[in-house]
């Protein structure tokens, strides 16, 4: 048998017709995409594509989500929770507050006005962990307010 699917002296050495191709799949990427701080990762629709979420939630999530410094192409965006050295101080939720509205790039959703955080909650865990919780309004996709959104960290 020759090169390809053509026996040697039918078609040329090593020729392979193309098969027909299929209809091409819509992968375009939405504009926001959900991430997940549970599973630190992405999580996919059922067809296998990233999940939406809207631009402004997902900068929310990464602010609250990601270590300041972790992401090596944007070093400024993330929360400085690690270093917090005292998780049993009296003003440790006041310090928790002001990391997140200090925090990339949640600061600069704050001052466009399109979050409103409505209350951060925290819960140290034992052996030194930290877990914060921030409820907040998406101004830009709920100028009335119907749907605050809650954020958890891992």
């Given at each position: 048998?020759?090169?390809?699917?053509?026996?040697?002296?039918?078609?040329?050495?090593?020729?392979?017709?193309?098969?027909?191709a299929?209809?091409?799949?819509?992968?375009?990427?939405?504009?926001?995409?959900?991430?997940?701080?549970?599973?630190?990762?992405f999580?996919?629709?059922?067809?296998?594509?990233?999940?939406?979420?809207?631009?402004?939630?997902?900068?929310?999530?990464?602010?609250?989500?990601?270590?300041?410094?972790?992401?090596?192409?944007?070093?400024?965006?993330?929360?400085?929770?690690?270093?917090?050295?005292?998780?049993?101080?009296?003003?440790?939720?006041?310090?928790?507050?002001?990391?997140?509205?200090?925090?990339v790039?949640?600061?600069?959703?704050?001052?466009?006005?399109?979050?409103?955080?409505?209350?951060?909650?925290?819960?140290?865990?034992?052996?030194?962990?930290?877990?914060?919780?921030?409820?907040?309004?998406?101004?830009?996709?709920?100028?009335?307010?119907?749907?605050?959104?809650?954020?958890?960290?891992?």
């Open positions: 048998m020759g090169a390809g699917a053509y026996g040697a002296g039918v078609g040329p050495a090593g020729h392979d017709p193309v098969a027909a299929t209809a091409p799949r819509d992968v375009s990427y939405p504009v926001g995409i959900k991430y997940d701080a549970s599973s630190k990762s999580p996919l629709d059922s067809d296998g594509l990233v999940e939406a979420e809207h631009p402004v939630d997902q900068m929310m999530a990464i602010g609250l989500c990601f270590r300041k410094g972790s992401i090596q192409g944007a070093a400024e965006v993330g929360n400085t929770f690690e270093e917090i050295t005292n998780l049993g101080a009296a003003n440790l939720a006041l310090d928790i507050q002001d990391r997140i509205e200090k925090s790039p949640i600061a600069g959703l704050l001052a466009a006005g399109d979050v409103v955080i409505l209350s951060i909650d925290h819960e140290v865990i034992r052996h030194g962990g930290l877990k914060v919780a921030v409820q907040y309004y998406n101004l830009a996709a709920d100028p009335r307010r119907r749907n605050p959104l809650t954020l958890t960290t891992g």
